[in-house]
């Protein structure tokens, strides 16, 4: 039988070396949307079925009391990270209203706060403002694999954001096979997502009898990835899979602002190799949906 995750919160560093102060963990959201969770292989939940957790029922953590919050804020204050974060085994957009109230407990701490989400519900404008207020910054993960109004959806989320707070692109990659159909079509709304600044490079980590590996969709190889060799599928090779004290770009803490990937080494050549490969115009890929959308070309 699955174990239900605890309600009482506490700071955990992961084998990366992060931080983590989940507000919620287990994202009922995320796995009700496709078989696996989010493209069908979800790495958390695959995580929380190896240690018996029921991954599919989110569960909201709270500090026991006052005393609880302080001595959690002066761990936070005496970690050896610059941030913080939150959405490491569930997503706070399930209910932004805890997440907020937890950011108010915790609002002395000297770290910034990253937010890891996938907006499930979407911050409402007073929500937004309030957020505002706290030294934040919001990744919203995103990626070609995305059904279109998904994908919509995360890019809306993620201009309206950057207008009250730090915001970035949290682009879960692939290495997309260009001479499978599918492959090469979803290799070019990637590249569209590549356009828009402040963006991160996340490799997809499948399992090898995902259908997106069995039907070639994409490419995969074992990767060292967190000092351990792991099956992924590595658009850049340059994008950085260790420990996060090695990291430059920290999250999105890290990284400047305005900042496009495609200017960053072998990004440019791998999309002018996709260029030649087809006389297709790149999708592109918008907020407001029209009537004539990429849905089939996805």
């Known amino acids: ?21 989940d507000t919620s963990m287990g994202c009922a959201s995320g796995m009700a949307s496709e078989p696996g969770g989010c493209y069908g292989d979800c790495y958390a939940a ?25 001595a959690t804020v002066r761990r936070i204050n005496g970690t050896d990270a610059p941030f913080i974060r939150i959405g490491c085994s569930g997503d706070p957009s399930e209910n932004w209203q805890h997440c907020i109230g937890i950011l108010r407990q915790i609002r002395h701490c000297n770290k910034e706060v990253v937010i890891i989400t996938r907006h499930w519900t979407l911050l409402t404008d007073e929500q937004l403002a309030v957020l505002a207020g706290f030294n934040l910054c919001i990744n919203t993960s995103v990626s070609a694999l995305d059904r279109l109004e998904i994908m919509e959806r995360s ?53 090898k009898s995902n259908p ?13 990835f967190n000092g351990k060799k792991t099956l992924a599928s590595k658009f850049n090779k340059k994008t950085f899979t260790g420990k996060c004290s090695s990291c430059t770009e920290l999250c999105g803490v890290g990284i400047a602002a305005g900042l496009n990937y495609p200017g960053r080494p ?28 990429n849905a089939e070309k996805i």
């Open 266 to 293: 072998g990004i440019e050549a791998q999309m002018e190799l996709l260029n030649r490969r087809t006389n297709l115009a790149l999708p592109q890929i918008h907020a407001d949906t029209t009537t004539e959308t």
């Open 46 to 70: 695959r995580a929380a079925k190896l240690y018996g957790h029921d991954f599919t029922k989110t569960v909201l953590r709270h500090f026991d009391n006052h005393s609880h919050a302080t």
């Open 1 to 21: 039988m699955k174990k239900p995750y605890l309600s009482r919160i506490t700071l955990q560093k992961n084998s990366r070396g992060v931080w983590c102060l």
């Open 212 to 224: 997106l590996v069995t039907e070639g969709v994409v490419n995969v190889a074992k990767h060292l």
């Open 155 to 207: 890019v809306s989320q993620y201009e309206r954001i950057k207008h009250r707070l730090k915001s970035v692109l949290r682009i879960v990659s692939c290495d997309f096979n260009l001479d499978n159909e599918r492959g090469h079509r979803l290799a070019k709304v990637q590249a569209q997502l590549f356009t828009n600044s402040n963006t991160l490079d996340t490799v997809f980590r499948p399992g």
